[in-house]
Every structure is written in C-alpha cells, then in structure tokens.
C-alpha cells in the first residue's frame, strides 16, 4: 500500500481525510498530531482511538511544546508581535512548528505522501505546503479537501454514510487551541459585522472580582507570577488559566490573506495579549528610543513573515538574533490588574529602568540642564525647519 502520513488533528476535515484516503483511495494512513499546546493526555487518547476507527493504520502523538516555545513563542514576545495591532498570530505561528514536526515525521517512516486537511481558501495550505515542498521536495502533497472543493455539509454527509457520526452542531465551529492562544471560526466570521456569541468562546466568565498579580520578566521571558516561579511553558498555562476565568483576551482580527482575500477570524488568548502588552510596557522603561524603533519595524515584519509560512527564509533568524539581543535589560516586575472582560497595566519595577529622577521629573523639574541650556537646545533644533521654512512658503 501506499504510505501516507496525515496531519491529523480529530476535527471535521481531517476526519474526511482519514476515512476518505483509507477508504477510497487506498492509502496506508499514519495519523500523526502535534501537540503545540491545548492537547490533555486524555484528548490525545480519544484523538488516537478515532483516528483508528477512522481506517488509520496507525497514530503518533508528537509533544512540539518546547520547540514551539523557544523556536517560535520567545520571539513573537521579544518582537511584540500583534498581527495588524490585534492578533498575536496564534494559530499561524503553531502550523509552522506542525509542519516541519509532520514532514520529519513522514520521513522518518518512509512515507511517499503527507497529505493535510487544509481549503483552497485558507492561509493554512500555504504554510503546510511551503514546509513540505522546501524540506521535503520529493514527497507528494495530497489535499483532499482543497481538491475537492468540498464543504463542510458534504464532508459531514460522507461521514455520516460511512457510519460515523457526526454532526453539523459539532461542525459549527472551527476551534484551534494551541499554548499561544484559541481562534475560533463560524458563521458569525464570514461577515463584518456579525461578533462571535458568547458561547462561541470556550472559556466563560466565572470570575468577577478584580485581582491584582505581579509578572516577572528577565531578558525578556516570564519567569515568575505573584513570586511563584516556573519556567515560561508552565507560566503562560497559569496565566491563561487565571485571566481566561475574566474572558480576557477576545476579539475578532480582520486581515490579509496570503492570497490575497481578507478573512475575519475570533480567537481567545488571554496569556498571549497581557504577556505582549506587559513585556512591551517593560522595554518602554528599559530600552532606548532607537532600539524600540527598530524593534517595532523588526517585529512587525518577523510576525507578517511567519504568519505567511516563510519561517524558513534565513532572514528569520537574522531577526531572532536582533530581537534576542535587544533583551539583554528588559527584566523587571510588572503590575497588572485583571477584571471581566479586560486587564490594566500598573506599572514596573527594574533595576534597569531609564525612567532615572536624578536627570528630571518630566514636566516638572529639570536637574541635569539649565534654562539657558534648553533656550540653546532648542534654538539649534529649529535651525532645520528654520532655513526650510522660506522655501517652503515660495512654492505654496
């Protein structure tokens, strides 16, 4: 038989897949899912005995959740990264690590064919591609979905006549949760003006009064809550865990597509978006303004690189050398304060804050400078506009 390995992930589309290439087309399946976070040994477990039952010869649970993290997470902080100043690139960040875990995989076992459950009308099928074709050229790509054009009705009715039940309440939502975050898709996100319900979110409200938490970041990743230490893995779970009860971190980004359509998409990421804000609030105090410059261009452009499946472009670890380098005094504690539905930064403390009294207290006092001085700063500081303005008035 032909051996296949399938990203395989239990949801609507990879279960077509499974029953479909086992089924129709002959091929030994190997299931294989990566764990990127979102994944209990429970849900694996029941992830596997489908899998099976869905005519895969055999499944693989791969455990990417440090190479996730240090290969790709550290670096979404360290550069800031909120795609279009909204998203922090949660589920697009995870298929990159997904993709070279599977195509290694697949050649490791001698498989011929990967194939993914990905639409033509997604970024998702470029990302798995790109990896696949550039580690793994002489593999062929198998796409059943895309090729088919199939929608998620048809894909329900071949399960359901292939006694497997499953049915479109199950379907009606597209959840992708990961350590960086959860997207969820639905009906709501095909329009622009329709918000996702409420119970469309998989974390609910159940806590109502404010609490108050202490981050610790040093060179740049977190290290400690509320003085509990743990490593940056263990420290972003806590922290979701405990901003998720507010239902912190929803919204809704609107973006660009790698094919050039937009698309809506809902996502949840509570751990992400305060451990952004909070990181970013630290290098304010601790890095100059030129470093926050370039690193606000470098981290935009990392984020829009990775989410467009270029991450093995060597550009990108040019960047990472850059971003990882910048975080040499981003340590500190930051305040933060946690209430329904949203979070407040406080403020920092650290050693290494710029933010020094003994040169002045801004707007108030100067201790470093005279008045003269600032008459004089100023003076040579207008010259440029000074010597421009004449001409400028000439061409009005």
């Avoid at 589920?91 to 690590?97: H, K, L, P, Y």
Wanted: aromatic fraction near 10%; glycine fraction near 8%; hydrophobic fraction near 40%.
């Amino acid at each position: 038989m032909k051996k296949l390995v399938l990203a395989y992930s239990g949801g609507l589309d990879t279960s077509y897949c499974a029953k479909y290439l086992s089924k129709e087309e002959g091929f030994e399946v190997h299931a294989v899912s990566v764990n990127t976070g979102g994944f209990s040994p429970e849900e694996i477990k029941i992830i596997e005995e489908k899998a099976i039952q869905l005519g895969a010869s055999s499944y693989t649970s791969i455990d990417a959740l440090e190479h996730f993290y240090e290969k790709v997470v550290k670096y979404l902080i360290f550069g800031n990264v909120l795609r279009n100043n909204t998203y922090p690139l949660s589920v697009s960040a995870e298929r990159i690590v997904q993709a070279i875990e599977i195509v290694n995989h697949a050649k490791n076992i001698g498989a011929d064919y990967i194939a993914h459950g990905s639409t033509g009308a997604g970024n998702d099928q470029v990302r798995f591609d790109m990896i696949f074709q550039i580690l793994a050229p002489n593999i062929k790509i198998i796409t059943p979905i895309r090729d088919k054009s199939l929608s998620r009705e048809a894909e329900i009715k071949y399960l359901q006549e292939n006694g497997i039940k499953y049915s479109w309440e199950k379907a009606k939502y597209s959840i992708n949760k990961g350590l960086w975050g959860t997207s969820v898709g639905g009906d709501e996100t095909l329009t622009s003006d329709l918000p996702l319900p409420e119970s469309a979110y998989p974390s609910q409200l159940v806590s109502t009064e404010s609490k108050d938490i202490k981050l610790v970041f040093f060179k740049g990743e977190l290290v400690s809550i509320n003085g509990e230490k743990g490593t940056p893995i263990e420290n972003i779970i806590k922290l979701d865990s405990l901003a998720s009860a507010y239902a912190i971190g929803r919204d809704i980004h609107v973006g660009d597509t790698i094919i050039g359509i937009k698309g809506r998409v809902g996502f949840e990421a509570a751990a992400s978006v305060i451990i952004i804000k909070a990181h970013h609030l630290l290098e304010k105090h601790t890095l100059s303004k030129w470093q926050q410059f370039q690193k606000e261009q470098l981290g935009n452009f990392y984020g829009m690189l990775l989410h467009e499946g270029n991450y093995l472009d060597e550009v990108m670890r040019n960047i990472e050398a850059f971003l990882a380098d910048t975080q040499r005094n981003v340590s500190g504690e930051v305040s933060v304060s946690l209430h329904p539905y949203r979070f407040e930064l406080n403020g920092i403390k650290s050693e290494n804050d710029l933010m020094n009294a003994s040169f002045g207290n801004y707007g108030e006092t100067n201790k470093a400078w005279t008045a003269d001085d600032a008459k004089g700063f100023i003076k040579i500081l207008s010259n440029p506009g000074k010597i421009a303005n004449p001409i400028i008035k000439n061409h009005d």
